[in-house]
């Protein structure tokens, strides 16, 4: 449900009454992943996407039934071969969604309230949510920080919350979304509970050296992907502010230089477009000896091959240039600033995903696959209203 927090957080400070449907799981090809939400309010607004469209007129439905009863519940969809017209996955996966009311009377409206509000804020948090077990159990939720603090509770053996609160702190730190398995009495051996931890943590970052026009385009690529996206360049003519008024921030500086002064970590995006040997090598030196999810660079064939003469005599081992994508983007036969910024970011979503590139016509491959482990995800977006049916 943090995927929607920026609108649930509204609705929850205006008093709204609301019920959300979430998946919790997913088996075979399908659109969303775990913590895809969609949510409906007591006038029948909806908000929100689990499958995409397979299965919204069902959810929309158990919302505003759970509104209504006041008990979570939790249904399968799945593909139905038999009965065309059933309600079902076509692309033949299965999703289990978990639908809980937040009305005015329900136990876990503050904890709920504290976890949207911390991920709007953007601070690290984890939302743990008990999605398989008790009847009772079902619905409890705990929030996580950083700090190691909690608030909320899941009920039952005083160790549960210790052991849950561990497992959600484990993938807060990662910034993953996941399912962790745990019995009643709070042991780690698999025994009757299932907790879904949505983790909120800031936005990846992705740093574009080179203020020339491509870059431009590619900060409006990179915000619309979800990053908190810096510019950096030497020359104080090129980087301003008014040049990329859609970047976050624009920095005057050596790229090397700022970049060992600045953070990154296993999900920041690392773009290099000056092409020239004075900046991209003592850059690229720095860049490829740190943790980073992607770092490519801009260039001819003939750039890249002088480029990569020049890593290794700076002492870039094999090992590191590996790491390099050059020259940076997929093959689109781009030409313009705007099409080169598309085959960039198509290339940085293949990364993060494990995607091939290829045309997904005639292919065999998987279209949905789970992300890498330290894959930069995008951030949370805020949600629109949509129509049910």
Do not use: N
């Not at 939790?74 to 071969?81: K, N, P, V």
């Not at 009920?155 to 561990?166: S, V, Y």
């Not at 990179?222 to 908190?228: A, D, E, T, W, Y």
Request: proline fraction near 5%; hydrophobic fraction near 40%; aromatic fraction near 4%.
């Amino acid at each position: 449900m943090l995927d929607i927090a920026g609108e649930l957080h509204r609705w929850i400070e205006e008093g709204r009454e609301f019920a959300v449907g979430t998946v919790v799981s997913v088996g075979g090809s399908a659109p969303r992943g775990p913590g895809a939400a969609l949510a409906v309010d007591s006038a029948g607004t909806a908000i929100g996407s689990v499958s995409g469209g397979c299965v919204e007129g069902a959810v929309y439905e158990l919302c505003a039934q759970a509104l209504q009863d006041g008990g979570t519940v939790r249904e399968r969809f799945g593909y139905s071969d038999e009965d065309a017209f059933a309600v079902g996955l076509t692309c033949g996966g299965v999703l289990d969604i978990m639908v809980t009311p937040v009305r005015a009377d329900s136990p876990q409206r503050e904890v709920l309230r504290a976890a949207l509000a911390a991920a709007v804020a953007g601070g690290p948090a984890a939302l743990a949510r008990v999605v398989d077990g008790p009847d009772a159990l079902l619905g409890r939720a705990l929030l996580v920080r950083a700090d190691g603090s909690a608030e909320g509770g899941l009920g039952g053996h005083p160790e549960l919350d210790r052991t849950a609160a561990a497992g959600a702190a484990a993938l807060l730190d990662t910034g993953r979304t996941g399912t962790i398995a745990l019995s009643e009495d709070g042991s780690h051996c698999p025994g009757g509970l299932t907790l879904l931890v949505e983790s909120s943590v800031e936005p990846p970052r992705m740093i574009v050296f080179g203020a020339v026009d491509f870059a431009a385009a590619l900060v409006r690529a990179g915000k619309f992907l979800g990053h908190h996206v810096t510019v950096c360049d030497a020359r104080s003519v090129f980087a301003t502010a008014a040049r990329f008024p859609e970047a976050d921030e624009v920095v005057v500086d050596w790229p090397h230089r700022y970049l060992r002064r600045t953070r990154t970590d296993a999900r920041t995006v690392l773009c290099v477009l000056t092409h020239e040997a004075r900046f991209d090598v003592p850059l690229l030196t720095e860049a490829l000896r740190m943790p980073a999810a992607f770092i490519g660079a801009m260039g001819s064939r003939r750039t890249h091959e002088d480029r990569t003469r020049r890593l290794r005599e700076a002492g870039v081992s094999d090992g590191e240039l590996a790491r390099l994508r050059s020259p940076i983007g997929l093959d689109l036969g781009a030409r313009t600033p705007e099409e080169t910024a598309l085959s960039i970011a198509a290339e940085i979503v293949a990364a993060r995903r494990g995607g091939t590139g290829r045309p997904l016509t005639g292919g065999a491959e998987p279209i949905h696959r789970e992300p890498r482990a330290g894959a930069a995800e995008p951030a949370h977006r805020e949600a629109r209203a949509v129509t049910p049916g």
